[in-house]
Protein backbone atom coordinates (compact mmCIF):
# COMPACT_ATOMS: atom_id res chain seq x y z
CA UNK A 1 0.00 0.00 0.00
CA UNK A 2 1.06 3.51 -0.66
CA UNK A 3 1.38 6.42 1.76
CA UNK A 4 0.47 9.72 0.23
CA UNK A 5 2.55 12.13 2.27
CA UNK A 6 1.00 15.71 1.93
CA UNK A 7 2.66 18.82 3.34
CA UNK A 8 0.92 20.96 5.85
CA UNK A 9 1.69 24.75 5.45
CA UNK A 10 3.21 27.05 8.11
CA UNK A 11 0.89 29.28 9.67
CA UNK A 12 0.85 32.75 8.75
CA UNK A 13 2.35 35.65 10.17
CA UNK A 14 -0.19 37.89 11.82
CA UNK A 15 -1.17 41.23 9.92
CA UNK A 16 0.46 43.54 11.66
CA UNK A 17 -0.64 46.88 9.04
CA UNK A 18 -3.62 47.47 6.44
CA UNK A 19 -2.92 45.76 2.98
CA UNK A 20 -3.03 48.93 0.69
CA UNK A 21 -4.64 51.86 2.67
CA UNK A 22 -2.72 52.76 5.47
CA UNK A 23 -3.42 53.53 8.98
CA UNK A 24 -7.13 54.67 10.30
CA UNK A 25 -7.70 58.53 10.95
CA UNK A 26 -7.32 59.49 14.56
CA UNK A 27 -10.56 61.39 16.72
CA UNK A 28 -9.54 65.04 14.91
CA UNK A 29 -9.88 63.76 11.66
CA UNK A 30 -13.36 61.91 12.40
CA UNK A 31 -14.38 65.89 14.09
CA UNK A 32 -13.60 67.42 10.64
CA UNK A 33 -15.38 65.08 9.00
CA UNK A 34 -18.64 65.67 10.98
CA UNK A 35 -17.97 69.35 11.04
CA UNK A 36 -17.95 68.65 6.83
CA UNK A 37 -21.26 66.93 7.21
CA UNK A 38 -22.82 69.64 9.07
CA UNK A 39 -22.09 72.50 7.19
CA UNK A 40 -23.37 70.25 4.01
CA UNK A 41 -26.44 69.32 6.01
CA UNK A 42 -26.81 72.78 6.90
CA UNK A 43 -26.96 74.14 3.38
CA UNK A 44 -29.00 71.64 2.22
CA UNK A 45 -31.55 72.83 4.86
CA UNK A 46 -31.04 76.67 3.57
CA UNK A 47 -31.71 75.45 0.22
CA UNK A 48 -35.04 74.13 1.37
CA UNK A 49 -36.17 77.86 2.13
CA UNK A 50 -34.75 79.22 -1.14
CA UNK A 51 -37.19 80.06 -4.27
CA UNK A 52 -35.54 77.21 -6.68
CA UNK A 53 -37.58 75.47 -9.33
CA UNK A 54 -38.32 72.16 -8.44
CA UNK A 55 -35.70 70.60 -10.71
CA UNK A 56 -32.89 72.43 -9.26
CA UNK A 57 -33.49 72.23 -5.93
CA UNK A 58 -34.15 68.40 -6.35
CA UNK A 59 -30.37 67.93 -8.06
CA UNK A 60 -28.70 70.22 -5.85
CA UNK A 61 -30.36 68.44 -3.09
CA UNK A 62 -29.65 65.08 -4.64
CA UNK A 63 -25.83 65.74 -4.96
CA UNK A 64 -25.40 67.13 -1.82
CA UNK A 65 -26.52 64.11 -0.17
CA UNK A 66 -24.13 61.89 -2.90
CA UNK A 67 -21.50 63.79 -1.04
CA UNK A 68 -22.87 63.31 2.21
CA UNK A 69 -23.08 59.51 1.99
CA UNK A 70 -19.63 59.39 0.52
CA UNK A 71 -17.81 60.46 3.02
CA UNK A 72 -20.01 58.31 5.86
CA UNK A 73 -19.33 55.48 3.86
CA UNK A 74 -15.60 56.42 3.35
CA UNK A 75 -15.10 57.59 6.88
CA UNK A 76 -17.66 55.85 9.27
CA UNK A 77 -17.77 52.98 7.32
CA UNK A 78 -13.73 52.62 7.14
CA UNK A 79 -14.40 52.12 2.88
CA UNK A 80 -12.03 54.30 2.52
CA UNK A 81 -9.68 52.64 4.22
CA UNK A 82 -10.63 48.63 3.22
CA UNK A 83 -8.99 47.23 0.25
CA UNK A 84 -9.29 48.05 -3.27
CA UNK A 85 -11.47 44.77 -3.97
CA UNK A 86 -14.02 45.94 -1.21
CA UNK A 87 -14.09 49.37 -2.23
CA UNK A 88 -14.99 48.29 -5.97
CA UNK A 89 -17.66 45.84 -5.25
CA UNK A 90 -19.29 48.30 -2.83
CA UNK A 91 -19.54 51.24 -5.63
CA UNK A 92 -20.55 48.72 -7.81
CA UNK A 93 -23.03 47.65 -6.08
CA UNK A 94 -24.33 51.91 -5.31
CA UNK A 95 -24.33 52.01 -8.94
CA UNK A 96 -25.93 49.05 -9.99
CA UNK A 97 -28.75 50.37 -7.79
CA UNK A 98 -28.86 54.16 -8.72
CA UNK A 99 -29.18 52.61 -12.34
CA UNK A 100 -31.86 50.17 -10.95
CA UNK A 101 -33.80 53.09 -9.08
CA UNK A 102 -32.99 55.42 -12.53
CA UNK A 103 -35.14 52.99 -14.78
CA UNK A 104 -37.59 52.09 -12.89
CA UNK A 105 -38.77 56.20 -12.47
CA UNK A 106 -38.60 56.42 -16.12
CA UNK A 107 -40.59 53.14 -16.63
CA UNK A 108 -43.06 54.80 -14.22
CA UNK A 109 -43.25 57.84 -15.84
CA UNK A 110 -42.01 59.62 -12.62
CA UNK A 111 -39.41 60.68 -13.54
CA UNK A 112 -40.30 61.99 -17.31
CA UNK A 113 -43.48 62.51 -16.96
Known sequence: MQQIVTEVPAPSPPVTSLDDAGAHPGQAQYIRVTAILAV?????????????????????????????????????MHLRFDGRLLRRMFVTGIVLACCVYFVALVTLDVLVG
Open 40 to 76: VTAVEVGLYYTELDGLSLVSLLAGLAAVKFGMVAAYF
